[in-house]
Every structure is written in C-alpha cells, then in structure tokens.
C-alpha cells in the first residue's frame, strides 16, 4: 500500500524554524517527484513546494521563496521541509504528496499541523 | 500565483447532477491538459478524483466526469449521493514560477 506519513509540525513562535518529515512507502520513492501542501484553518489547499525525483528541480511559491527549503533523501524514502522566519500565515496543515504524473498529486499524507503564535 | 475561481458552493439533491466550474488563465488551465480535481470530506487528506482534465483513477466512480473548454474547466458529478458531500478542489499546472495552482474550493452540499 502507498502510504505517505507526515511529522514534526507543533507550535512555535514567529520567526522560528521547524523542519518537516515526510516519511514513504508503498512504492519506488527515488522515481516519483514530491510535493508540500498546505491549508490554512477554514480555507482552500496552497501548493508550497516541489523537487523533482533527483533533487535537481524544486520550485517554491512567492509566499515561502527564501524561507521554505524543500530536499529529500532517497536512500531514507523520506521528504523534508525546512522552514525559516516562521510567520503567523503559515499555520496550516502540511500535506506532503506524490507527483502522479505531471503536476497530479496522488496521494497524499495525513497531513501535519503547524501552529505560529506567541 | 493567483488561485483558479470556483464558486464558493453549490448544492443539489440525491440523484441530481451538479457542475463545478474552475476559471484560470491561458497560462494554466487554458494552456494545458492538466486540469486535476481533488475531493475532500472534513479532517481528511484530498483524494484525487479526475486528472489530465478527464481521466478517472482506478476506483474512481464513473459518476464524476470531468471536460474543460477554453480556460474553464468542469466537474460534474451526477446521480448525486449522500457521501458526495465534501469540499472539491481543481488544480492545474502552470506556466509560471509555480508548478500547480489550485482552485479557492467549493463545498458541494447534497439536501
């Protein structure tokens, strides 16, 4: 069974960082490129982030470029989020999920919560 | 990086149809077959529904169909059921500095 099982989120104060598991199974991890999204309480889905199978293409939305840094190690089956100068508009739930096939996102994680308050 | 448009909500009967629309540009939704839409019931992960504007993946009902003509996409869903009841998202890629956009959401409520 694919199975993506999201970590790290919690509370932290504006202007911290946090780094955020993405731990998979199920499937060949190195071959699929991966995706962090997220969702505000009460709203709609934002796409964050992407790397591409080896690592050599990620993109990153305005609202997280020089703050958010996506990467991965295949060797670990696992995705990672590092997030830098933590605002109150980045609490969310974090999804990660796998790139079907182009800009296709099936599935997804459980998601995490990630709280920035004082 | 402006979100795709939907309505914010539409409603319908059991075994009714219902269309949700999705309005983006020629730099998304316009410019390419890749028009996905998600289904999400409260406190759950999205679940791909529809991909490359039409496609249905594997145990996917053939109830939800989807089509798009110029720079609107569409969801239908027909024979509305009771477990319909979620919030549908469409997404798209993008020829912009990001990768997918997603659509504000609807909230489909079945009476």
């Known amino acids: 069974e694919v199975q993506l099982v999201e970590s790290g989120g919690g509370l932290v104060q504006p202007g911290g960082s946090l780094r955020l598991s993405c731990a998979a199974s199920?499937?060949?991890?190195?071959?699929?490129?991966m995706n962090w999204v997220r969702q505000a309480p009460g709203k709609g889905l934002e796409w964050v982030s992407y790397i591409s199978s080896g690592s050599s293409s990620v993109y990153y939305a305005d609202s997280v470029k020089g703050r958010f840094t996506i990467s991965r190690d295949n060797a670990k089956n696992s995705l990672y989020l590092q997030m830098n100068s933590l605002r109150a508009e980045d609490t969310a739930v974090y999804y990660c999920?796998?790139?079907?096939?182009?800009?296709?996102?099936?599935?997804w994680g459980q998601g995490t919560l990630i709280t920035v308050s004082s | 990086q402006s979100a795709l448009t939907q309505p914010a909500s539409v409603s319908g009967s059991p075994g009714q149809s219902i269309t949700i629309s999705c309005t983006g540009t020629s730099s998304d939704v316009g410019g390419y077959h890749y028009v996905s839409w998600y289904q999400q019931h409260p406190g759950k992960a999205p679940k791909l529904m529809i991909y490359?504007?039409?496609d249905r993946p594997s145990g996917v009902s053939n109830r939800f169909s989807g089509s798009k003509s110029g720079n609107t996409a569409s969801l239908t869903i027909s024979g509305l059921q009771a477990e319909d009841e979620a919030d549908y998202y469409c997404?798209?890629?993008?020829?912009?500095?990001?990768?997918?956009?997603f659509g504000g959401g609807t909230k489909l409520t079945v009476l």
């Open positions: 199920g499937f060949t991890f190195s071959s699929y490129g």
């Open positions: 999920a796998r790139v079907l096939t182009l800009s296709v996102l099936e599935p």
């Open positions: 490359d504007v039409s």
């Open positions: 997404s798209s890629y993008t020829s912009t500095s990001a990768y997918v956009l």
